[in-house]
């Protein structure tokens, strides 16, 4: 496997843990040539340096994480004598365990409450460097209803599965006047709903498969991202969406915490907060169903 090479691979399920060895066996264990601070050579899982370039090795989910990392890659990395092996992963838990494992030196997929919820839960050791964009989370239907009033009482409305996500959801929820949370929760679930006068049916999925199953609910809560995939644009087809601007869930990019002054994901970094990336996102998602984080 050459450095040169952008990896798309799919990790999910019961692969993760195959797919981080093999990883691992394609080169993400080489050293790079920064220093811990003491003038010595550090070495840093998934950063690999052969003469003046350094290949990254970083985990992302598809929209528009990968469509974005695949422009710097194109236009900024080599520059900047960096070159991105980009691993395309479609769940929102082998990224950190890759991550961890020294499988990736970086990812990018998450958001300030879902990183805060992984390091709490599972005792990760990261740190995000960069915050990179907003992806508005909407409320969705097929059902061709204009408003979130018309839905049926006692109907299903479904939800990101994972704690942070769920919440983000529910918080939605209460904004579009739907339920009424518990004041004060830091992280509510469905327990926390006080008052939910139409008596809907709060169903929590796997993220990756709510647009899938919107067809067996009245409403779906559909992250920015997922909705991207499922073809779904944001601004004309999300009965309520989320303010982007100035939102408390940019999308970062994150490392260990012991290699957050690495002087390549520093560069890196750089690259996704420059102002070719701000004036590529915004007229590449002109809708603003991704809008610049810095």
Not at 269 to 276: G, K, P, Q
């Amino acid at each position: 496997m050459t450095s040169t090479i952008t990896r798309r691979s799919v990790l999910a399920g019961g692969f993760a843990s195959a797919v981080a060895l093999t990883l691992a066996a394609c080169g993400g264990s080489s050293s790079d040539t920064s220093t811990d601070g003491s003038g010595t050579t550090a070495a840093v899982d998934g950063i690999k340096v052969d003469g003046d370039t350094a290949t990254i090795t970083i985990g992302a989910t598809p929209q528009p994480h990968v469509t974005i990392l695949q422009w710097v890659q194109d236009n900024l990395a080599a520059d900047a004598g960096l070159n991105l092996d980009i691993v395309e992963i479609d769940d929102y838990q082998t990224p950190n365990t890759s991550l961890d494992d020294g499988s990736l030196a970086a990812n990018f997929y998450q958001t300030p409450n879902f990183l805060e919820q992984q390091i709490e839960e599972k005792g990760y050791d990261f740190v995000a460097i960069a915050d990179v964009h907003i992806e508005p989370m909407g409320i969705y239907t097929d059902k061709g209803y204009s408003s979130v009033d018309e839905a049926a009482e006692g109907g299903t409305i479904l939800l990101n599965n994972d704690p942070a996500n769920t919440a983000r959801g529910l918080q939605l929820l209460e904004t579009a006047g739907l339920i009424t949370l518990a004041p004060d929760v830091e992280i509510p679930t469905t327990l926390d709903v006080t008052d939910n006068p139409k008596n809907f049916d709060l169903v929590t999925v796997d993220g990756a498969q709510v647009a899938a199953s919107m067809a067996d609910a009245e409403l779906a809560v559909i992250n920015g991202n997922y909705a991207l995939d499922a073809n779904l644009k944001p601004s004309e087809d999300a009965l309520v969406l989320e303010q982007g601007e100035g939102s408390p869930y940019a999308n970062q990019l994150v490392v260990r915490t012991a290699d957050k002054d690495n002087e390549y994901l520093v560069e890196l970094a750089e690259l996704l907060n420059s102002d070719e990336l701000r004036t590529y996102i915004e007229e590449t998602w002109t809708d603003e169903s991704v809008i610049p984080a810095f």
